[in-house]
């Protein structure tokens, strides 16, 4: 199975602040990269397909990039709603595998 | 949009089993595939199989084979998923979620609110 590794494991921020989690896949995974976003005790909700595709609704502040294993996800403006764990997931080859997630806390 | 809930939580002996339901409404229900994940208490989520209800046929995780059945009924649009010989590392919140797109690059755009499901003796 392809181990994804997220890091930091949490970070503190402020609302305006512009924030950067990263994700390695143990191999390429080409582009088949897609985030998650996943507020206390509320099922994950998909943020980005495709490394860098916002899924519908989601605001352009958030913008993911990278190819073959290093994957950002970089939010430029953190707004309250966004204090939340992302998630990294691959869909390059089954299983489906996620990473251990990144916690935006409140400084 | 399709819209998917789930039963409620169940608190279950090691050993004995769980079925969790995932009833879905909106969208063209045939024409998706559904998975389930489970997500352990700080952990990430976990893929553990899916099922086309055009095909019937469920196709799971190595690490769930013989222990997971996925079902799907068709005239209620509603999928199942059966967990058998528990154990206290089967404590997670269980997710529904509806497939986007199909093999590489699928993920899962919509998802169920999740089941708590316990192991406990």
């Known amino acids: 199975d392809i181990q994804m590794t997220q890091s930091p494991s949490s970070l503190s921020a402020s609302v305006g602040d512009r924030v950067t989690l990263t994700c390695r896949a143990s191999q390429s995974i080409t582009t088949f990269l897609n985030w998650y976003q996943q507020s206390p005790g509320k099922a994950p909700k998909l943020l980005i397909y495709g490394t860098s595709t916002l899924q519908t609704g989601v605001p352009p502040r958030f913008r993911g990039s990278g190819y073959g294993t290093d994957f950002t996800l970089t939010i430029s403006s953190l707004q309250p709603e966004d204090f939340a764990t992302y998630y990294c997931?691959?869909?390059?080859?089954?299983?489906?595998?996620f990473g251990h997630g990144t916690k935006v806390e409140v400084k | 949009q399709v819209q998917l809930v789930q039963s409620g939580a169940e608190v279950k002996k090691p050993g004995s089993s769980v079925k969790v339901s995932c009833k879905a409404s909106?969208?063209?229900?045939?024409?998706?595939?559904f998975s389930w994940l489970r997500q352990a208490p700080g952990q990430g989520p976990e893929w553990m199989g899916r099922i086309l209800p055009i095909v019937g046929k469920g196709n799971y995780a190595q690490k769930f084979q013989g222990r997971l059945t996925i079902t799907v009924d068709t005239s209620t649009h509603t999928v199942d998923m059966e967990l058998s010989s528990l154990r206290s590392e089967d404590t997670a919140t269980y997710y529904c979620?509806?497939?986007?797109?199909?093999?590489?690059?699928?993920?899962?755009?919509?998802w169920g609110q999740g089941t708590l499901v316990t192991v406990s003796s």
């Open positions: 979620a509806k497939d986007m797109g199909s093999g590489q690059g699928a993920s899962f755009d919509s």
């Open positions: 997931q691959q869909s390059y080859s089954a299983p489906r595998t």
């Open positions: 909106g969208g063209t229900f045939n024409t998706y595939a």
